[in-house]
C-alpha cells in the first residue's frame, strides 16, 4: 500500500520544477554524504530547470517520516550523458520533504567522464 510519504518520494523523482512548491518545504536542505555539497530549495529548483534528466527507481521503502530510495539518474555533464546511481534518505515533515541525505557512486560519474 502506498502511503502519501511514499507517494511525495515518488514524486520528487519525476525531476519537475514545478512541483518543488508541493513536495519541499520551504527550509529544505539537501546534504551529500559526508557534508561535501548541500543545496536548499532555490538552488534545487534551479538544478532541476538547468536541463533534461531522468531518474529510475529501483527500490524505495520507508518507515514513518523517512523514506528511502535507490535509483539511477542520467543527466548531462559536459555534453556527456551520464548514469549514476544514487541512494537517497528522505526525511518528511508535515506531508513535504524537509532534508535529502544523498550518496551518489562519484567513480561511476568519473569513469563516464573519462571515455
Known amino acids: 500500500m502506498q502511503t502519501e510519504n511514499d507517494r511525495i518520494a515518488r514524486m520528487y523523482h519525476n525531476l519537475d520544477p514545478n512541483d518543488v512548491d508541493e513536495i519541499l518545504?520551504?527550509?529544505?536542505?539537501?546534504?551529500h554524504w559526508g557534508g561535501t555539497h548541500t543545496w536548499d530549495i532555490a538552488s534545487h529548483r534551479k538544478y532541476l530547470e538547468s536541463g533534461e534528466k531522468r531518474d529510475t527507481i529501483h527500490e524505495q521503502f520507508?518507515?514513518?517520516d523517512q523514506?528511502?530510495?535507490?535509483?539511477?539518474?542520467?543527466?548531462?555533464?559536459?555534453?556527456?550523458?551520464?548514469?549514476v546511481d544514487v541512494m537517497h534518505v528522505k526525511q518528511l515533515r508535515n506531508g513535504k520533504i524537509a532534508r535529502i541525505w544523498e550518496m551518489i557512486n562519484f567513480k561511476q560519474v568519473e569513469e563516464q567522464m573519462a571515455k
Do not use: P, Y
Open 25 to 31: 518545504t520551504q527550509d529544505f536542505k539537501g546534504e
Open 62 to 64: 520507508g518507515d514513518g
Open 67 to 83: 523514506v528511502c530510495t535507490r535509483f539511477t539518474r542520467i543527466d548531462i555533464h559536459d555534453g556527456k550523458n551520464v548514469a
